[in-house]
C-alpha cells in the first residue's frame, strides 16, 4: 500500500473531500483519511440548504463562488445532486430585524448578489399558504438553494478516485508526528503511518481534538443541532423559510417533496452529540405548522441530530497553523456544506501556489474573533 503523498487530508465530510477533489484535478497526490465512513459526520446529518445571505464580503463570496459550482455539479462530478434554485426567504416580524437584514442586503448587493428586501405583501406572494401576522417583509434571494449533501460527497469521491487520489475509511488519525515545526507524518489506530508535507485537518466536529495532537489549541467547539423530515407532499412552495423569532424554524420542501428544517436550540446544547429529543419532536412540527398551517397534516418521517462547530465570531477557521505544512479548515459553524465547493478550492490554491484569491482575514486563525456573523 502507497503511503506517501503531497497532501493527506483527515475527515471525509464536504470539506475534506471538496478539498481533495480541488488537489487531484491538479494533480496533487492526494490521500483522504475517515475514521468512519463518508459523510458521518456533520455533512451527513446537516439539511442541504445552500445560501449566500451572509453579511460579510469574504463569506458572501464563497458563497457565491459555491452556488456557481452547485448550478453545474452535473456535469463537473458526473451526476444530478438535485440542486434547485428555490431561493431563501428570511423574515422580519422586528424593526432590529428589518434592520438587520437591510444593512446586509446593502452589503451583498455590492458583492453583486441578487437579493433585495421585498414587502410582506410579496412574501405571500411568493408563500401563499404562510400565515404571518405581523410580518414587515423579508430579504429574499431567488437564486439561494438546496442541493443533497450525499450526492454532492459521492460525486467528490467518485472524481477523487478518477483523478488518481485515495480515500480510506474506518481509519482514525490517533497521532500527527512532526519535525523540527514541520508536519511528517499521520498515525492511524491500524497502526499505519501515512506521509506527506502538508496535513489537513477537516475533521469537523472532532478539529479541536485533532488539533491538540499538535499542541494547538483552537476556538472550535461543537454543539448538538436537531433536524426532522416528513413524507412527501405535492409542491407547496420554493424558498427556505428563516424565522428568527423565539418560537421560529428554517425549513423548506425539498425538490423530491419532503419538507426538511431544524430550529437553534436555546440554549445550546455543547458537546460531540448526537442523541435526539423529544422536545424537538413535539416542537418543530408545531412551529412549522405554526407558519405553514398546511403542514399540520403532514406527517414526520424521520428526525435525528448532528453537531455545528462553531467558532466566536461565526466565522470558519481555513488557515495554515504555526506548525509548517498543518491547516486547519474547521469551525463551519453550520455552514460547511454549502461553503464546500469555494472552501476546498481556495484551500487547495493556497496549497499549491500560496494564494488565498480572495481577502482571508475573516477565516484567518489569527485574527481577533471581535465581530459576529449577523446572519447566523
Known sequence: MERTADVIIIGGGAIGLSTAYHLTKRKVKTIVIEKNYLTSGSTGRCIGGVRQQYATPTTIKIAMESVDFFKC????????????????????FTEDEEKTFKKAIEIQQRNGLDV???????????????????????????????????KVCYGFAKRIRENGGRIISSSEVVEIRTKG???????????????????????????????????????????????????????LWDPMLVDYRPDGSYFYQRVTGQIIGCYTPDPNVPGIRTDSSLEFFFEMPRRMSNLV???????????????????????????????????????????????????????ANYIVEKDWGLPWDEFKLTREFKGKEALR
Open 116 to 150: 433585495s428586501f421585498i414587502s410582506a405583501d410579496e412574501c405571500f406572494k411568493i408563500v401563499p399558504m404562510m400565515y404571518a401576522p405581523g410580518l414587515r417583509g423579508g430579504a429574499y434571494c431567488p437564486s439561494d438553494g438546496q442541493a443533497d449533501p450525499f
Open 73 to 92: 455539479a452535473e456535469e463537473e462530478l458526473g451526476l444530478d445532486v438535485e440542486w434547485y434554485a428555490g431561493g431563501y426567504l428570511f423574515l422580519a
Open 293 to 347: 398551517p398546511a403542514l399540520s397534516q403532514v406527517s414526520v418521517l424521520r428526525h435525528w441530530a448532528g453537531c455545528y462547530s462553531m467558532t466566536p465570531d461565526g466565522s470558519p477557521i481555513v488557515d495554515e497553523t504555526e506548525i509548517e505544512g498543518f491547516f486547519i479548515a474547521g469551525g463551519m459553524c453550520g455552514h460547511g456544506f454549502m461553503f464546500s465547493p469555494a472552501i476546498g478550492e481556495h484551500l
Open 181 to 235: 515545526n514541520k508536519v511528517h507524518s499521520v498515525i492511524t489506530n491500524n497502526g499505519e503511518e501515512f506521509f506527506a508535507d502538508v496535513v489537513v485537518n477537516a475533521a469537523g466536529p472532532w478539529a479541536k481534538d485533532l488539533c491538540r495532537l499538535v499542541g494547538l489549541d483552537v476556538p472550535i467547539e461543537p454543539e448538538r443541532h436537531e433536524a426532522m423530515i416528513t413524507e412527501r407532499v405535492a409542491r
